[in-house]
């Protein structure tokens, strides 16, 4: 069973399948943030966020197969047993095999679900050894950031007004709204990550989608969460655990980047010298926005294609 999903496209999709169905002309999910009439949860960037949407695919198939079962029982009920086709009713009572089957089926349902389960349990929880750590602390309403281990530098993360993203899309760097943020958590590609999480007054949530990454910040005590992304660019979310009357806007910006761009990033905030740290920033946001947008215009003609 396992080995058929692992070889089965990484989504499903049953949003898209619908769609098509319908005739409709549908966004599918995003990598890094949401789309428009998006169905299907975020492109994963990480082996976990994979095995998530595997999991969660394969437990639409059972619960969609279980539903459309259920209904065929109940239409069969309704009308071969009403009381027009069947007046005189049977007075059986008890089916052995029918007791068995239906104590039998589900347990074995159960089984075929438990053991993805476990094992995707196990991976989130299996921490590998850590390249970076960063700690992440959740006020009302921003986030404070800390690399214990590349010198303790920190700093905080809070959400661009509307002039401040203007001023970024006119440099061509995209600032989604509600999203972007003034500084960016940075991380290297293909390095594994340690988050520490925690809070400085009420509960938060640090969550990420494309990591596959969701743990609470919980005030007095500290919660752990690790990614290894695969894929360079910049990876929103947004605090998960309303926490206040700002609770919207208090979102998550990671920039994944080259070792490198990472490690002159890093020295540079060392050495204090934020407006270093930031034109090496920009520069790399504005490699990953000519990036997107190539891998957009492709996507754009490969489905004009496919129209024709």
Partial sequence: MMKLWKTAPKSIALGALMAALAGASVAMAGTGQPSDWQLGMQNPVTDIAEQIIQFHDMVNVIIIAITIFVFILLAIVIFKF????????????????????????????????????????????????????????????????????????????????????????????????????????????????HVIVTASDVIHNWTVPSFGSKVDAVPGRTTATWFKAKQEGVFYGQCSELCGKDHAFMPIAVRVVKPEVFAQWSEAMKSRNRRRAKEIIEKAALEHAGAKVAVEELQGAGQVASNK
């Fill in 82 to 193: 009403n009381e027009n086709a069947n007046p005189t009713p049977s007075k059986t009572t008890h089916h052995t095999g029918l007791e068995v089957a239906w104590t039998i089926i589900p347990v074995f349902i159960l089984i075929i679900i438990a053991v993805p389960s476990f094992k995707l349990l196990f991976a989130q929880y299996t921490y590998p050894k850590a390249d970076v750590t960063l700690k992440a602390t959740g006020n009302q309403w921003n986030w404070t950031y800390q690399y214990p281990d590349h010198g303790g530098f920190n700093f905080t993360s809070i959400m661009l007004n509307d002039s401040e993203r203007d001023a970024l899309i006119k440099k061509g760097i995209p600032a989604p709204r509600l999203l972007a943020v003034d500084n960016e958590v940075v991380v290297p590609v293909n390095q594994v990550v």
